[in-house]
């Protein structure tokens, strides 16, 4: 049984590394079936904390960059669904892999507040952002990382300021990607 699964992670990764090199998008959705028939196996939920959360943070990114490539908003709706998932098991198990959880799934948090522009997204895009720093800071207050995503927050902090003004701030209700 784990033979296939293992077998399908191989595929997936191959198929990921082989996009990078020549940008087929047939790759993606290789790589993108294969984490699929990975994460209903029976096999991944008896697997240990870090190898289910880089199961999830590498179909998750999988997903997003299918998104890039083909613009699917389901597909960047399928990673943050994938990540909020890692994230949710990072943190219940204080796996030191919560930071890399965190870093995705703001980067796909704020990707739909910039697709949807809408204040909600916004809004939880920022308090992903908040939670990845005062993660940073407790781990390492110095870490050189901490000024680039205090830039992002403040770039979103300013973007809920003006939408905030605008009379269009309210119009749609955020994404369901949990």
Request: hydrophobic share 30%; with cysteine; glycine share 0%.
């Amino acid at each position: 049984m784990s033979s296939q699964f293992d077998s399908d992670i191989k595929k997936a990764k191959a198929a990921v590394n082989s996009y990078h090199k020549n940008k087929n998008i047939q790759n993606l959705n290789e790589a993108v079936e294969a984490w699929e028939r990975i994460l209903q196996h029976p096999y991944f939920t008896g697997k240990d904390i870090n190898s289910r959360l880089n199961v999830l943070n590498d179909s998750a990114e999988t997903y997003f960059l299918r998104y890039e490539a083909t613009d699917n908003f389901n597909d960047l709706n399928e990673a943050i669904r994938l990540q909020k998932k890692a994230v949710d098991i990072a943190e219940k198990a204080d796996s030191p892999k919560l930071t890399i959880c965190l870093k995705l799934l703001d980067k796909y948090a704020r990707e739909l507040s910039t697709r949807n522009n809408n204040r909600p997204d916004l809004l939880y895009s920022i308090s992903i952002s908040k939670k990845l720093i005062d993660l940073i800071r407790k781990k390492d207050p110095n870490s050189p990382e901490l000024p680039l995503h205090i830039e992002n927050l403040k770039k979103s902090l300013s973007k809920s300021d003006q939408s905030a003004k605008s009379p269009r701030s309210n119009r749609s209700e955020p994404v369901v990607y949990c």
